[in-house]
């Protein structure tokens, strides 16, 4: 039996339990708790937390969750999960339907298993690294795609990234060769969609760990390629690539 297999169950237990409740969840009960700059964060966000965390708790493993931070010491080679109880909180809110559930297992800087739940289209998508991956139990793969100008990109400007024009002027240079970009809202999706083979890449700039650690698992566990480097000074912060194959990203870049 493959290593994590327990834990691959427990947090797909815990994506489904926290989706749901997020999916019966009315549009006029999805109160804005606070919003600050291009954040804003839901009183849902904590419950879907409070559901999962609870669901965890009997793992021992420490966590880093989006809401409550770091439980336990993280980051040492005791694995630890990796908890976004609600990415795509926009959508969410206003109720457009591109949203989910995302928890992983890393160890250190490296993931290990993932967990997405689309819970608007009840897709549970899971991989363990190493092992495969799966969206509803049926095996996914990458698309395997070599050329960008045939590639489907995904991307976005999350909270965190530098909106200087030359930055973004830099970022778009750089994307402009793909066939097509889109645009989801929501980090986790967007990586559990490539590693589905309905996207071929993923590239955002100053994302939070938990937006893609579970969805970094998926592509891995899927046969795809990712990078993700650490942004000096700013705690779980992170440039991402990810793609069906290495050749649509020059390494180096």
């Avoid at 954040?39 to 966590?63: C, T």
């Avoid at 559990?192 to 893609?212: F, K, P, Q, T």
Wanted: aromatic share 8%; hydrophobic share 45%.
């Amino acid at each position: 039996m493959p290593d994590f297999i327990d834990e691959l169950r427990v947090a797909e237990r815990a994506a489904l339990a926290a989706g749901k409740w997020l999916g019966q969840l009315p549009l006029s009960e999805r109160a804005v708790d606070s919003a600050e700059g291009r954040d804003i964060k839901l009183a849902a966000d904590r419950e879907a937390e409070r559901i999962i965390l609870q669901a965890l708790s009997a793992s021992g493993r420490p966590v880093l969750s989006e809401e409550q931070g770091t439980i336990g010491q993280v980051g040492t080679e005791s694995p630890y999960w990796v908890v976004d109880p609600l990415d795509g909180t926009m959508n969410f809110k206003r109720g457009l339907g591109l949203e989910c559930v995302s928890i992983a297992l890393w160890r250190r800087s490296e993931p290990l298993l993932g967990v997405v739940y689309d819970f608007d289209r009840d897709e549970l998508f899971s991989g363990l690294v190493g092992h495969g991956a799966w969206c509803n139990a049926q095996p996914i793969r990458v698309s395997g795609l070599d050329d960008r100008g045939q590639a489907v990109l995904a991307t976005g400007f999350p909270v965190g990234r530098d909106y200087a024009a030359d930055a973004l002027a830099a970022f778009v240079g750089g994307i402009q060769s793909f066939k097509k970009v889109r645009m989801l809202g929501t980090a986790a999706l967007s990586l559990a969609y490539l590693a589905s083979g309905r996207l071929d890449a993923y590239w955002e700039d100053g994302i939070r760990l938990w937006d893609v650690a579970a969805g970094l698992a998926l592509v891995e566990a899927a046969g795809g390629w990712s990078r993700h480097r650490a942004v000096a000074n700013l705690a779980f912060q992170m440039d991402v690539k990810a793609a069906a194959n290495a050749a649509l990203f020059d390494r180096e870049a």
